[in-house]
């Protein structure tokens, strides 16, 4: 295993999403990519989108709900066949035009050249640029 061709994977996945490129992105998964993403309900592409068929429909779903105004990879860290990546996201919700913005965390796990597992943890302040209410007035 190559953690740093790992990392450069990842590094490539980044620029894709970048550019809005997210077929890049389905390409480098494999069939059964488990995809899961730890936010609250609030923000339309949390859950989980396991299987390359459904890929696709996390990315449109931040596309659909969000302008994404920041997204910014800081640091990788590579063990085997697994890559942790840190950063910063930034977007306002089309729905509420509020501005949210969070450090995450992603833990990539590669079958060969391919995704074969995709995590994503991030800061659930970022709920709130998605709840007409705010989120700590719910009680």
């Not at 105004?69 to 306002?92: H, M, Q, S, T, W």
């Not at 965390?105 to 943890?121: A, L, T």
Request: aromatic fraction near 14%.
């Amino acid at each position: 295993m190559n953690e740093q061709k790992n990392i450069e994977i990842v590094k490539q996945l980044f620029d894709a999403f970048n550019r809005g490129d997210a077929e890049a992105i389905v390409a480098r998964c494999t069939d059964d990519v488990h995809w899961m993403v730890h936010y609250p309900p609030t923000i339309p592409w949390a859950g989980d989108f396991s299987g390359r068929a459904n890929v696709g429909r996390f990315f449109s779903a931040i596309v659909d709900n969000s302008d994404v105004l920041l997204f910014e990879p800081k640091e990788f860290y590579a063990d085997g066949n697994r890559v942790i990546a840190l950063g910063a996201f930034a977007c306002r919700s089309k729905e509420t035009g509020k501005r949210g913005d969070a450090d995450w965390v992603f833990r990539f796990e590669f079958r060969g050249d391919e995704v074969c597992s995709y995590i994503q943890f991030a800061d659930p302040s970022l709920a709130e640029a998605f709840s007409p209410v705010p989120v700590s007035a719910k009680g």
